[in-house]
């Protein structure tokens, strides 16, 4: 009888796949133009106010944070640096998107989202770790 071979899981090195699909999420939403989007029903810029836009900063990039962190655990087996290099990735891919957008017509970046995207990493990895990390006491 042959033996099933293992296929690549959420369990395993492969992880990464997550996240890097994310960033790629993010890097096709920040490459839509803005030129014109108050008429086109298409574009989701023309239906999220601005305010609500630089919000959204938050939950994306700590979401980008906390699948890092998530996803290094087979890479790294320090918990400290784990939530460093997932900084460090999150933070580095924050300020590469906002400086991509200074490309797209009708986009700028600018040290305020940067700022945002800096916030959500570290709210994000805090509430992923308060999240995960509680010990049930019997």
């Known amino acids: 009888m042959q033996k099933t071979p293992d296929i690549p899981a959420f369990s395993s090195r492969y992880c990464v796949i997550g ?6 999420g993010i890097f096709f939403l920040s490459s839509i133009s803005d030129q014109g ?3 086109d029903t298409l574009n989701p810029l023309a239906w999220i106010t601005p305010n609500v836009q ?6 994306v ?23 460093l290099l997932a900084l460090i990735l999150t ?4 300020l590469l998107d906002e400086w991509h957008q200074t490309f797209v017509p009708g986009r700028y ?9 800096v916030i959500g990493a570290v709210v ?8 995960f990390s509680v010990e049930k006491t019997n």
């Open 19 to 24: 996240p890097l699909l994310y960033m790629a």
């Open 37 to 39: 989007a108050a008429n």
């Open 54 to 59: 630089n919000f959204l900063h938050l939950p």
């Open 61 to 83: 990039y700590g979401g980008l944070a906390s699948l890092w962190f998530w996803a290094l655990r087979h890479w790294v087996s320090e918990s400290g640096y784990k939530y």
């Open 91 to 94: 933070i580095g891919y924050g």
């Open 109 to 117: 970046g600018s040290f305020t989202d940067a700022g945002y995207n």
């Open 124 to 131: 994000g990895l805090w509430v992923y770790r308060s999240w």
